[in-house]
């Protein structure tokens, strides 16, 4: 019990100091999709290894990976305690539209106990907490209950392109038993969940290149090709009118949902008319048949993300453009190959080009499998246990729509499973404008984290 | 023969001032679509207007009228003489895409005898021909052969959206028996051309709002609909796969080209292979039952000249975008009514809208009807005699499937006909990257002008 009060007093009393240092961490503008951010990226890992040392780490470096580097420290005591690897990600998304956000992205502002700031919640918030945990109980007991190994990344909001890689070529070090993931989220600040999936990705740059350069549209226009018309065609043939993926093969490996997973979810509350109201749409959509919760959790999807050609600005400019492009990803369900899916869209667009232009892919992310794990896993319901007391409410059992790349290698190259254990919520405004960090979220991080911890050290004696 | 050598001689000796004057006169960035380009737009007018005051011409003003200026100058010897206003235009297109551009745009370079600069052949090259006649006239002369007004817009590339009121509203002040405008094209260096039709013009921008911000496409993707989706299948639902536009009652007023006026067409060398080759296109592409020339000159269009919306920069971006827009613009043929395509598209539109998202038409032009002219009306004689002095050889007939909406202006408020007197060629990317003019239609364009005014005292002679 005097243990117990000794590292929460210690996270009241440098609760001010956990603020600060996660300013100075927001600050840096470590967007991993952007080639001129690439020191900026190095200047995070450095700030966040220097950091873990801080907290009491050992053997804290900044690791290569061929892209953006990963963070790695640990604190092994006894090699016969169970190991744990905490995950998360000091990558950000970008910020624009810039013109949206009502304070600076990389100056973070705190106003009613919510900071605001690009990464605030995902996942630079949320990576601080284990780091807190460690340092209180390493500072007010000299140990910690299991062996833990921290292992930071700098691609996560990029699709992880160099982590099959280097997680294969560095089994040994990263060895565990399990892994907590401070990425994720709980479903609301009343309600915590567990999560047992997240969806798979694809992403791709799709060009198509028209004429050489953009003509005047009265001297050309209705002799040539427009790009953007060819463009428009792939992308309405991509989906049909009801919002079904029309991309042959594409739902072929999708698992359907069992009847006990269907009422599961359907016992998830979820108030379509709150979320419309929230988002500001008149009505949500997406395919027939399924529930949105069951849309955004267990059925994949094929977005969008972003569409450029010819000229944007002000007013008018009378030319047929040059070229017009794509950004297109996919969130995958369960047993969708990445590989497969990419070959089945690239496919489908060969079949739906219009004469006059030509299409490329211009860009390819490596892709990531969706990841499932058992309900029932130790880890989970020494988690939901401590959920349980944090929230003073049971978590329910859930899916994310989003997607942890790393997980599936974790699983694949360590054995080990990934539990979410993380203090976002979806009204941060994550991958948005003007994205917030609950400092509610901290606390309870960083209490969770000790706790669990704690839990852990009875949950997987050996 | 004794005064003729005096202006040939004039022209020749201040060649290298009219170059520098040019030069001047581009290096203004004088783009009427920009906002911030407005304080430009007035310079661009004053510039010109004391422009006009150095060759010689008389009442110089620069008018106001509710949007970018316009330039008013005149030498009016006898009321008896015949009156010609002589038209161009001094704003310029927008200057993107940038990167393109091999030389500053608004920083003008001289290679090869060619002036490379934005606007230096649409249209300050071109207006600045007739300014440097009327000055060697008056210079070696001491009079021109007819009355002349000049008149200069600022609004040309923006479809003039304040010369409808300002033209019916200035009727007097404007009054001629023709105008000559010094904005259009010959059709190549070796093939002059009578230029006796342009399509008309319909432009506005269409805006799709999904949810109220960008939505993590994990989170919602699958959920809401995605305002680029929506926007896809609007504009792929505004032509079939061949090349048609689909909007309902687009073509309705489209007068079919005769018998005869096809076979004229047919008669104009056009070599497909070449085209191809310089516009670095597979195949040309149009409404099918129709030639290259034929869908340039006498059918309308719909283009989307720009898109946008969701993440464009490097990188992928896990969205669902707020929003998506397109710029759309019609070039219209003879007897559509620019309102009533307006109201079609518009309907065609909320007629494609897929439901989840809320379209708008955010930005809209006045448009402007297609021209036509008699093919033997006298003034376009005397242009053909002209022009087959100057390059050797007789025009042919042809049309521009560019667009001057002040053409109609001047027959409904004036009753005067335009007859194009311009020596731009279609290979100088006009509204491109890299626009050049060949200083050799400078000297063209100064000698022709003097030789038609000549011409026009016994033409018109009343």
Redesign the interface.
Known sequence: MNELNKWQDYLAENRDRFIQELVEFVKIPSI????EHTEDMNEAGRWFAKRLKQAGLNHVQVLPTGGHPVVYGDWIDDPKLPTVLIYGHFDV??I??IE?WETPPFDPVIKNERMYGRGASDDKGNLMSPVAAIEALLETTGRLPVNVKFFAEGQE???SPQLPRFIAENKDLLACDVVLSADG?QMSVDQPTIDVG??G?V?M?VHVQ?????????????????P??A???I?????D?E?RVTVPGFYEDVEELSVQERNQMAEIPFNEVD?KER?????????PGYS?LE??WS?P?L????????????????????E????L?C?LSARQDPEKITHAIQNHIDNHT?????VSIK?R?SGAEAYRMPVDHPVNLAAAKILTQLYGKEPLVAR????IPVCGLFLKELQAYTVGFSFSY?DE??????EFFRLDSMDKGQKGYVLLLQELAETLKK
């Open positions: 991993s999709a952007l080639s998304q970008p624009d539209p949206l909001e990029i699709g989220l997240y969806r990705m992403a740059e028209g004429p050489a350069n953009d003509l005047h549209s009265g001297l050309y226009g209705g002799m040539v090709q427009n953007i018309h463009l428009a065609h992308v309405a043939s991509l989906h009118e919002g979320t988002l500001q749409v008149d009505a949500l959509f997406g395919e949105s849309r955004v059925r999807t977005e969008i993300c972003g569409i450029g050609g010819g000229y944007q600005a002000q007013g008018f400019k009378g030319i047929v453009p040059a017009a492009m794509i950004k990803t969130r219009l004469p006059g232009v030509k860009d992310e994310c729509g989003g997607s979806e405004y994550l991958h948005s404008p003007n």
